[in-house]
């Protein structure tokens, strides 16, 4: 089950199909797929890239804090043409899918593929989505949230959600690692009128 270990944000997307994450701060989006993997396990997930992208040990320590050690299933994509045929050979999984955008092209098939796959989908990508990639992966996707990361923290800005206005969740480092209870605060009472 796809999850990000976030309650008001897991409650905002629960009935999306595809959710969309993305960030210009690589290192934020990077630590949080790496969260979500460990926690939704056990998960497929289809990496895009020639190389790195999903570190082990980071995923195990994950895994440690929250007590979750089922399997987490890798496959790759090298080349934009590999995308489309990778997310397909994936069933019908919930999936996790890594910088599909990664080579600039081919979007309509990758987006494609992704609708055609079944179960729910959470897409993790390098770049301002609301400037570069796909126009019809931004129509696709159910919500589309940016990471960023700010003085005291970071942020979930929901920029478009089938259920909900353009917010701001704030949260602590501590929180994205796992170190300290979420708390929800003025936004719970936001969320239930």
Known sequence: MLRTGFALLDR???KDE?????SNDERLLRIFYHRVAALSAPIYVVLVSERGGLDPYL?????DIFNNHNEVYLRRAFKAEDVPPTIE???DNDLIIIDPYHHNKIYDEIVSAIRKVKGRKFIFSFMDR???GSIFGLHSAHSLIKLEMGIRGFKFVIKKSVTI???EIPASILTLYGKIEEDEGLMRWIMSG
Not at 18 to 22: A, I, M, P, Q, R
Not at 59 to 63: E, L, S, V
């Open 12 to 14: 905002i997307i629960s």
């Open 165 to 167: 206005k353009e917010i």
């Open 18 to 22: 595809v959710v969309e994450f993305y």
């Open 89 to 91: 050979s994936m069933r």
């Open 130 to 132: 609301e400037r570069k």
């Open 59 to 63: 995923i195990g320590r994950f895994q």
